[in-house]
Nanobody
């Protein structure tokens, strides 16, 4: 089992930045892959970015060059730095952990990009 606690969402103007945090209940290096997904109203949940325990990253095309996923092993925390935010980035963002072939999810944090 992995419990995930997210923080860092909020309201930001277009072009602004936010950093999301996700703290896991176990050593994140024991987790095969951690990542961020998002779901906008009326849409399916979609992958934003992932980071494997080996350090490989993957990004959805629309966020490449704007978002960065990283981790602090000492804090068992994964971050999503979001820059140059656009209104279309508005969604509930969920932290995900793939551990022992099972998926675990955080409660979600709202990100709203609006002037």
């Amino acid at each position: 089992q992995v419990q995930l606690v997210e923080s860092g969402g909020g309201l930001v103007q277009p072009g602004g930045s936010l950093r999301l945090s996700c703290t896991a209940s176990r050593n994140i290096l024991s987790i095969y892959r951690m990542g961020w997904y998002r779901q906008a109203p009326g849409n399916q949940r979609e992958l934003v970015a992932t980071l494997t325990s080996a350090g490989s990253t993957n990004y959805e095309d629309s966020v490449k060059g704007r978002f960065t996923i990283s981790r602090d092993n000492s804090k068992n925390t994964v971050y999503l730095q979001m820059n140059s935010l656009k209104p279309e980035d508005t969604a509930v963002y969920y932290c995900n952990a793939r551990y022992m072939k099972a998926d675990f999810w955080g409660q979600g944090t709202q990100v709203t990009v609006s002037s």
